[in-house]
């Protein structure tokens, strides 16, 4: 049975990595909203973040990413969905990293596993899991340098805010690296690891040309909403492609979930 259907191609924004897609939708929707969360759960107050706002963000943890070393090298992230999460995803692809996402509910064990088999030297982590974290460290020689997305107590930890101002203060005093890196598009850019169903994790190797070849021809064929929801976990392929992004790249408003159990239905 033939099926002489038609379906309509939708409208993409193509582009080659994701240092242009962060600065390509901020010159375009400079004053549209690219995120909207909360703190915490209970708030009244709704964060809103601009394109042009997110793009400075972005570019300033890029910048001091690049003055703790972290270029060319295996970075792990691992957290909750967030802004800072997001932001610190798409800063380490701009400068060349190879980011390790990892999910943050497996044991202290199994995440010490991982940093070991990815060779990674950089932890960027949550508030809430540090923990964790503190106990996964003990196992991991390799590690180096770690990077909490909040206030960590971890000795010699860094802090977002502290990489965030000195990427500025850089940035402000003439520092040009963050733009001055050619990406390579086919060079190794993330490891992201299988839920190990039948066995043991498995590292699946990408570039940002997987990526984003997937993504600027994936969204040919669906229609992007001005506004999606985020409630899959931010090292999920599916969540950091296509809501991550997808969304970002068209111009979308990404509604940061605080949870399913506080989404109403």
Known sequence: MSNNAKYPLYETTVFEDFRIMTENVAKKYPDRIAFSYKKNPNDTNIIHVTYSEARDYIRNIGTG?????????????IGETSYEWICFYFSLMAIG?????????????EMSRILNFADCEYVVYGKS??????EALKTAPGI????????????????????ES???????????????????????ATIVFTSGTTGKGKGVMLSQK???????????????????????????????????????AQGSCICISCGLKHIAY
Do not use: W
Not at 101 to 107: A, C, G, H, T, V
Not at 169 to 174: D, K, P
């Open 65 to 77: 990413l690049i003055h703790l070393g972290c270029r060319d090298k295996h970075v792990a992230i």
């Open 97 to 109: 990293a190879v980011t390790v996402p990892i999910d943050r509910e497996i044991s202290s064990e």
């Open 129 to 134: 899991i540090e923990g964790k974290i503190e």
């Open 144 to 163: 180096k340098t770690v990077v909490c997305m909040g206030k960590g107590s971890i000795n010699g930890a860094y802090n977002l805010s502290d990489v």
């Open 166 to 188: 000195m990427g500025k203060e850089r940035f402000e005093n003439g520092d040009n690296s963050y733009y001055d890196y050619e990406i390579d598009p086919d060079r190794l």
């Open 210 to 248: 997987n990526i984003v070849s997937d993504m600027t021809q994936g969204m040919y064929l669906f229609s992007i909403t001005p506004k999606t929801l985020s409630v899959l976990p931010p090292h999920h392929t599916y969540g950091s492609t296509v809501v991550f992004v997808g969304h970002f």
